[in-house]
């Protein structure tokens, strides 16, 4: 008896809201699965698509065929696929979308229309016609429709080519594009060195040995469950996590690690491969399109017992999961900022839940969510309270910058700021005088010392100082920031530069002054002050070169830099123990940002960044540069004291309502047109709050807040107004904000963003 034809539910890594409906040809049938990658025809274009599933029957009165299959098994299986429906459900993207994050750039495979010269040539009338055949024989009888397009851009392509296709002058071709064949095999990520020796292991503490146990037993028994590592700074949270991965590959079982920036990952690779030498899979957006399409089949293939990456390494596809590992898991960087706006660490939860596994988010300083989880039984709380060997925590002291202004004479390390037409910035000093001191006596003793700015460039922005104009960004609501070594001022949002100048483009005066300070500027101090001293810089202009922020951390460690100079990125994961003095300037800066987590950041990055300190044999000091000394967030990292933190910033989000004591949505409209964005602003704020009052969830106190312009309004052209959700139970708020996104339709001017659970407010 002949078998009903089956039909498969495909989707394609785009925004469409629907799955698509295709009908499996009989040869086809064995080699279709759930996860399997597909060629299917969509208009006239040849396309990549993912099977959702099998059908018996097709809900259409007609369906076109899928025209091959592209892989000898699925790339994605029914966790990811479940994991992908979750996602699209809770951050309000299409499947498409989300499938198009979760796979490498590679996966895709679309067609590539080629115009092609016929021999025997028909005269053509037209002047356009004429022209479009005198290119394509240009380019020897070859040419892509894509570039056509380009080159003649404002023309009505199609039908131009149409009538040159039907006349016999040209012939359309539809190609695939040219795709790298899948390795079987990859031995070794590009980023991993092998390790000659074996990795040394030590005897744990009480409470390292108690965190072990606790979740060795939950990886036998199986099943689901999520743990807060609590330790400080230095307290071996990484040699738990080994230990547990040791235990779950002796059953058989797999792992990932998760961590937040890429600069982390040379020293982790180089204790995970160690210890599981030739089995480690590396995965994150540092690699090429083929690297990462190499790992993810050698990852597939079950060809590593351990996955490492940043947060797309999320969807790595891992089979036979055992533990996910989330380290620094309060880290900012997990939360995706554009596209589908997902967070890592949440994401990594709900994959060990599909999974049945254990996870483990390890950090010194938690997020005040995973604390607040812990308290209300959905997490398990595992405490590491001491540093590795009883080393003590380093001493911290708060400088107050207040008492350092000086009206009378200029400090001792003043320096030429370029461009300086007076000399109103030379008495307020970067670095004070006990921090100055302080530096001389650690390079005095061959001990290494870190110094964290967050601001990267040499000032903040050139202003004249006869008429006050000040350079900004043409395309974005920011000024532009003085880079000195490149002679530039860039915008550190959209990327546009300009050349340096000395003559105020108002007043034509050479009157331009440099304001504020970043790491290029401290770095160009410190060679004056201390030119004995081997000084480097980390930040992205310094490691923008693949393979150079390896290059620097290599040397770091190995104790060939005496003074090391970085924004945020110095703050994570970096354990070296020749450094026993850490200073902090101008720390300050992120308790200013219109930011409800503004002083939860403020605590998590000094503490990390203190936390670099005292690793090794001698003892740490650090000291807080600020102009706020008596704040709360400051008093609490001085003393080392998280739950007083915890307890005073809780306090604070709860009569707010914000998170964890409230969920929010944020609702980004943008447009190149200010007047629209906000006329869309308005009238979306007031048809939301409509709905509300016409529906039962308005018994769910739901608050609308705004619009409002975003903090930057203008971003790469485009003007931004916001609204804020907020209420107590996600599902009301998603309801909400699906409204929103039914009220503005993808294809107007308007764009609109949906941000569930927001991290950046600007």
């Known amino acids: 008896m002949h078998e009903p034809q089956k039909f498969a539910r495909v989707v394609i890594p785009a925004p469409l809201n629907q799955p698509l409906i295709y009908s499996i040809p009989e040869t086809l049938e064995d080699h279709l699965a759930p996860g399997t990658r597909v060629l299917i025809p969509l208009q006239k274009r040849t396309m990549t698509g993912v099977v959702l599933e099998i059908l018996g029957e097709n809900p259409l009165p007609q369906a076109r065929e899928v025209l091959a299959v592209l892989d000898d098994q699925p790339i994605l299986d029914l966790g990811l696929l479940k994991l992908a429906h979750w996602i699209s459900q809770y951050y309000l993207a299409s499947l498409g979308e989300v499938l198009a994050t979760m796979l490498p750039p590679n996966s895709r495979r679309d067609s590539k229309k080629t115009i092609i010269l016929k021999a025997d040539q028909p005269p053509v009338a037209d002047e356009m016609s004429q022209r479009l055949l005198e290119e394509v024989t240009r380019r020897k009888g070859k040419l892509s429709v894509k570039t056509l397009a380009r080159q003649f851009a404002g023309q009505n392509i199609d039908g131009l080519l149409a009538r040159l296709e039907s006349s016999g002058a040209i012939a359309i071709e539809d190609r695939l594009a040219k795709q790298r064949r899948k390795p079987a095999y990859a031995s070794t990520s590009p980023d991993i060195t092998p390790q000659a020796s074996e990795s040394i292991k030590f005897e744990l503490s009480h409470e390292q040995d108690t965190a072990l146990r606790t979740i ?89 017992d351990v996955v490492i990456g940043a947060r797309s390494a999320v969807f790595a596809p891992i089979g036979n999961l055992g533990l996910i590992v989330v380290d620094e898991e309060h880290d900012s960087s997990y939360k995706q900022e554009d596209g589908v706006r997902y967070n890592g660490r949440d994401v990594a939860v709900v994959r060990g839940k599909f999974s049945s596994c254990p996870v483990i988010l390890g950090s010194a300083t938690p997020a005040l969510e995973s604390y607040e989880n812990c308290r209300q039984g959905r997490y398990r709380l595992l405490e590491i309270p001491q540093r590795v060997g009883q080393r003590p925590l380093p001493s911290i002291q708060a400088i107050d910058l207040r008492t350092q202004y000086r009206s009378d004479q200029p400090p001792a390390h003043s320096h030429d700021v370029p461009h300086q037409a007076n000399g109103k910035n030379s008495n307020r000093p ?92 401290v770095e160009s101090i410190l060679q004056k002050l201390l030119p004995e001293a081997r000084v480097a810089r980390m930040d992205r202009d310094t490691t923008s070169k693949r393979g150079s922020q390896e290059a620097l ?20 994961g970096h354990d070296v123990s020749g450094v026993t003095l850490v200073g902090a300037l101008l720390a300050d800066l992120s308790m200013n940002l219109p930011d409800f987590r503004a002083a939860e950041r403020t605590f998590q990055l ?53 998170p964890p004591y409230g969920r929010l949505i944020n609702l980004r409209l943008d447009a190149p047109k200010l007047a629209d964005v906000e006329q869309q602003a308005q009238t979306l704020a007031a048809e939301l709050r409509q709905w509300l009052t016409r529906t039962e969830k308005s018994r769910q106190p739901i608050e609308v807040l705004g619009p409002a312009p975003a903090p930057i309004e203008k971003l790469r052209n485009r003007f931004r107004w916001q609204i804020l959700l907020k209420g107590k139970h996600s599902p009301a708020l998603l309801e909400l904000a699906r409204q929103a996104r039914a009220l503005v339709p993808r294809a107007r001017a308007v764009r609109l963003h949906i941000d569930v659970d927001p991290y950046s407010m600007l």
């Open 216 to 304: 060795s037993a939950r990886i036998e028994q199986g099943g689901f469950e999520t743990f807060l590592l609590h330790g400080v700074t230095g307290s071996g949270k990484t040699e738990v996590y080994l230990r547990a991965i040791e235990h779950a590959r002796s059953l058989g079982r797999r792992s990932l690690i998760l961590i937040p920036e890429i600069s982390l990952t040379p020293q982790l690779l180089d204790r995970v491969n160690a210890r599981f030498p030739g089995r480690v899979g590396v995965l994150h957006s540092a690699l090429t399109s083929a690297e990462r399409w190499a790992q993810w089949w050698h990852v597939l293939r079950g060809n590593v």
């Open 606 to 658: 000094l503490s990390q960044v203190a936390g670099r300190s005292g690793r090794g044999d001698d003892p740490g000091r650090v000291i807080i540069q600020t102009y706020a000394p008596d704040h709360y967030a400051l008093k609490f990292l001085v003393a080392h004291d998280y739950q007083g933190f915890f307890a005073a910033e809780s306090e604070f989000r709860r009569m707010l309502n914000y």
């Open 430 to 521: 970067l670095m004070s005088d006990t921090f100055v001191a302080l530096l001389r006596e650690n390079l005095t003793a061959k001990h290494q010392t870190l110094i964290f700015l967050n601001r990267r460039g040499f000032a903040n922005f050139l202003q004249c100082v006869l008429c006050g104009h000040v350079w900004r960004c043409p395309y974005c609501s920011v000024t532009l920031t003085l880079h000195l070594g490149r002679k530039s001022l860039s915008c550190h949002h959209c990327d546009y530069r300009r050349p340096t100048t000395s003559i105020c483009p108002e007043c034509k005066n050479e009157s331009l002054n440099a304001v504020g300070a970043g790491t290029e500027q």
């Open 553 to 572: 951390i290599r040397r770091w460690e190995k104790g060939e830099i005496d003074i090391l100079v970085g924004t945020q990125m110095i703050t994570k």
